[in-house]
């Protein structure tokens, strides 16, 4: 790939509008002139939205594929207390759309219309007018496409992660949204876990005193499932690998980092610095298995330093090529207490100097914590519905429910338009970063000057 087709793909085409492109290179300033020039006009005002309350939701469902049709059974007890309906299925694959519409036969009686026949047949969907959220779980490269169009026909859009892979899809994504009055909301799952609910109640509750630094990973070896012949719809992620190198999957680790270190709601992302490792593990096994593509662009582990405005630093990786077990750190540093994530450990410091330690809670003084501390939603979703069981430990439950109840009472959604965009804007700034010898780069406020007002988060309101 060369400079000019690399830079079109990590910022868009936007940014090169009546800009000679020899004049730039990556070892200068000229770079953030460049990504400022993706920008749009913003004002900032979705932040807080809500719109009219909708008793019953109309769903849509585009991409049914592994995670479409988990998000599907989701709404199972919603469906059943007449929170949501779905109404329409769509995907490339008549398989797919067949299989989810039979799952949703198990506790829907009203049979939802499927559209399957074209690449375009989810247009027809957001066409309709008897249809309020459109659930987007396709191909990345989809994803701003189609809530775009989704929200420029009226439609609420919860799209799957990231929201968006190049900075100008980014502000476009915004720009739409704050015109049309319609929800955007990025289905970061990892926000709605147990735990990760557990350390932000704990924070808001003033149990880490003032934060410092936080780190966050998509640490999870898909080795087998990128190599797969089916898994992924045409091997569409294994591409991304080939042709991209960066943190391509930032939001699992930083969107509950940004909950708690109140990203978006006074303060935001400064810049960053990125880095990738040789690539070694993909390519190793791409060959044990004689699969046709043997060389990848992304390193195995990109490691990523992000500074807010008011200097608290994140440590954020991805490594979705070596052997090793899944984590998301989930680490977080206070004045007063630390935690760490698998497993699950929690330091709390001493007022007096003769009791500094080194040690991790033990077990009984831990669940304690735990205990006190449980997230309110947790305590009350365990107890109504088997759902909780389902969907990555109960998280993918807990955030549809959510977005569903949000929407039947006419309240903000907890992941906003704005969280949304910044947490995935990252992924195309890591890229630029780490092609540019680890330059540090300029992170765009995509909130115009929204951050800086203090907020509350919307998911410590119970509902
Ligand atoms: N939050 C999570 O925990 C989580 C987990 C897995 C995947 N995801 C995200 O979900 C999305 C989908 O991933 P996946 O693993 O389900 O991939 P997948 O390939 O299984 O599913 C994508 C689906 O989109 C369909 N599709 C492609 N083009 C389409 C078109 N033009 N119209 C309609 N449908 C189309 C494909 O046929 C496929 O069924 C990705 O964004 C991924 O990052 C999130």
Redesign the pocket.
Known sequence: MNRKHFLKSVLGASAFIGIPFNSYSFSNDSIDELINNTKLNINGSMFSFSDTEIKKVRVAI???????SVLLQMFQYLVENDHAEIIAI????EK?VNNSSDKLSKFQRRKADLYYKS?E??KKVCDRDDIDLVLI????E??TSMSVYAMENGKHVAC??PAASTLEDCWKLIEVSERTNKHFMM?E?CNYNEEELWVLNMIQEGVFGDLTHAEGAYLHDLRALLLHENY??GQ?RLHEHAERNGNFYTTHGLGPISFYLKIGRGDTFSHLTSMSSRELNLSLAAKQVNHPITTYKCGDMNNTMIKTEKGKTILLQFDVHSGRPYSRINKVVGTKAVHEGYPSRLYIDSEKLESWGHKWLKKEEYSRYRNKYQHPIIQKLKSVSQAFKQG?GGMDFVMIYRLIRCINLGLPLDINLYDSVMWSAITPLTEISVVSNSQSIKIPDFTAGGWKTESPLEIMREV
């Not at 585009?62 to 479409?68: D, F, K, L, P, T």
Request: aromatic share 14%.
């Open positions: 585009i991409g049914v594929g592994n995670r479409g769509s995907d490339i694959s797919k690449n047949d989810w779980a396709t191909p990345w989809l994803h799957e992660v289905m799952n992924y719809e569409w990555h």
